[in-house]
């Protein structure tokens, strides 16, 4: 029983050692099939009206276009750097674009923001 114990306490150990790296190495969103997704697999957007590392996007355009949020705490991570909102929240911005999702997709891989306007575009790689 005392050897299980104590391997139990080292795997214990070993997984708080662990998480914070992990959680610190993930990325607000990833590329799949060609296009930028969120965690849900939901299609990213940048905005054309947007200037370098800050958003034009706000109010009624916020509401039809949530920004892909951050943590106030958020610290860059690759090519994303969270940039702060007019109205001081934070959001992520790839390669200084502003990332947004659009309320009329409703499940992952809708793309019906793609072209909105002439000034709504998913991101592709």
Avoid at 38 to 65: I, P, Q, R, V
Avoid at 112 to 124: A, L, P, Q, T, V
Wanted: aromatic share 10%.
């Amino acid at each position: 029983m005392n050897h299980i114990a104590q391997s139990w306490k080292a795997l214990l150990v070993a997984a708080a050692l662990t998480l914070p790296s992990l959680a610190f190495a993930a990325e607000p969103a990833m590329m799949k099939d060609g296009m930028m997704v969120d965690h849900k697999g939901m299609t990213l957007y940048t905005f054309d009206k947007d200037k370098e590392g800050k958003s034009m996007c706000m109010g009624e355009c916020a509401t039809n276009w949530p920004p892909l949020m951050a943590p106030m705490d958020a610290k860059p991570t690759g090519d994303w750097t969270p940039i702060k909102r007019e109205d001081g929240t934070m959001q992520w911005a790839y390669k200084g674009k502003p990332m947004y999702g659009y309320k009329m997709d409703k499940k992952p891989g809708d793309t019906e923001g793609d072209g909105k306007g002439g000034f709504w575009h998913m991101y592709r790689h």
